[in-house]
């Protein structure tokens, strides 16, 4: 399918500004082509490190053939691959991603004018014991040892560190704290309930009636940001590429003509400045409402008047509809690209590094959506599980055949063998 698009005829033009033509010596560089094709083997393997990317492709025969890589030759290193990654930038990434989106919207996939939106916690390579004051530097356990001997404690046991840090308040904010490996990394509460230094992904997804459910745009952001705060860069994100489709001549009529005119939120963005910023946008929002009591306006008019007409669309039939298809399509590409996909735990480090993989790690879902939708294909590893699942099924009726033919042998005709062997004359041992 890639290559029918011509996709690393594309990647190339895109990425000649990185590469030399060899005047300067040393070591050929990665073809952009066999490094994005790396990158997409990453998610639908569910390999979450480039170390991995590199043990599997160099373990399968099958994947050197889709990397283009000959047979007796291995495959890309792991460090080459890292190399690569940081040789292009994330804006690269970005016009492959739109790239593929055209893949799908060539087939009719993409709708456009609906968009829904959410975001998911990723736990980043950041360790919460390696995280250090901002304003001194100390470790957490040197800056416990501190208050102890500020206290009056001297030589502080683990218990008397212990019951300091239970008394304190705010804890791991932000504000006093950061990870020296990793500064963009923020903590944060995990889906899970546990706390990790963690970076945010949010996630604008096709919700329209002809459209499949594709992602349409990813914004990385600090995860100490609020949903309502980082709303608008999304649905920013997604016009510009809807946009970027409606003036590629090839799929300009295969995608509606009012681009993300309508937004589906969950209760985590609805607020009034939401509200009143999409009316500004000229975009209808679904926002689903918490239960926040009777509320008084204190004069915010044109705040009241937007929250009531959410709220009116949101209970009327076609409102009910796009929040029953936010739950099925929109949860369940985090579930693709960070569960199965392999990328709830980040190997990298830095907010545009994580940036570039997740970019390419839900053009990667788009382009199975499309195997799905348009050739009835499934992941690799998901066909690798039904030809061990027929295995089985193969095994177990060669059982039950091996078990029917001996019930079909009576209890009659094994007393007839025994009688024949019992009948047979016995020949002694001297004659023998």
Do not use: Q
């Amino acid at each position: 399918m890639l290559d029918a698009h011509g996709f690393d005829p594309f990647v190339e033009g895109l990425c000649a500004r990185f590469y030399d033509a060899g005047e300067r010596g040393g070591r050929p560089g990665l073809a952009p082509g066999v490094y994005f094709r790396c990158l997409l083997v990453g998610y639908f393997e569910g390999i979450d490190s480039e170390r991995g990317i590199d043990w599997r492709c160099n373990g399968s025969l099958s994947l050197k053939g889709f990397l283009g890589v000959p047979l007796d030759e291995p495959a890309p290193d792991h460090s080459t691959i890292s190399r690569t990654r940081r040789l292009v930038d994330l804006e690269t990434h970005a016009d492959v991603f739109r790239f593929l989106l055209a893949v799908l919207a060539n087939h009719g996939l993409v709708d456009g004018k609906t968009v829904g939106v959410d975001s998911t916690t990723l736990e980043a390579n950041a360790a919460m014991r390696s995280i250090v004051r901002r304003d001194t530097g100390e470790g957490y356990r040197e800056f416990l040892a501190r208050l102890a001997g500020e206290s009056g404690i001297e030589t502080p046991t683990r218990e008397d560190l212990a019951r300091i840090d239970k008394r304190r308040k705010n804890k791991a904010s932000n504000d006093d704290w950061e990870n020296p490996h990793d500064p963009d990394a923020k903590i944060a509460k995990m889906k899970d309930g546990t706390t990790h230094a963690a970076h945010k992904a949010e996630h604008a997804v096709d919700l329209g009636e002809g459209g499949h459910g594709a992602i349409l745009a990813v914004n990385v952001c600090d995860a100490a940001a609020g949903d309502t705060a980082t709303l608008a860069d999304t649905i920013v994100a997604a016009t510009g590429n809807l946009a970027a489709l409606k003036d590629d001549e090839r799929v300009a009529g295969k995608v509606a003509d009012d681009v993300a005119a309508e937004a589906v939120l969950d209760k985590g963005y609805h607020s009034n400045e939401v509200l009143l910023d999409l009316e500004a946008m000229g975009v209808r929002g679904y926002a689903s409402e918490p239960d926040r009591g009777r509320r008084a306006w204190d004069g915010g008019l044109d705040a009241r008047d937007a929250v009531y007409a959410n709220r009116r669309r949101v209970r009327g039939e076609r409102g009910r509809r796009l929040l029953r298809s936010r739950g099925e399509k929109l949860e369940r590409t985090f579930a693709h690209c960070y569960e199965t996909g392999g990328m709830r735990r980040l190997h990298l480090r830095g907010r545009e590094n994580v940036a570039k993989r997740v970019l390419v790690h839900a053009a990667a879902f788009n382009v199975g959506l499309l195997m799905r939708v348009r050739y009835g294909l499934r992941k690799p590893r998901t066909l690798t599980a039904r030809a061990a699942a027929a295995a089985r099924a193969g095994l177990c009726a060669l059982v039950r055949g091996v078990r029917d033919a001996c019930a079909a042998i009576t209890t009659a005709e094994l007393l007839r063998s025994f009688d024949r062997m019992v009948s047979r004359p016995l020949v002694s041992r001297r004659a023998a």
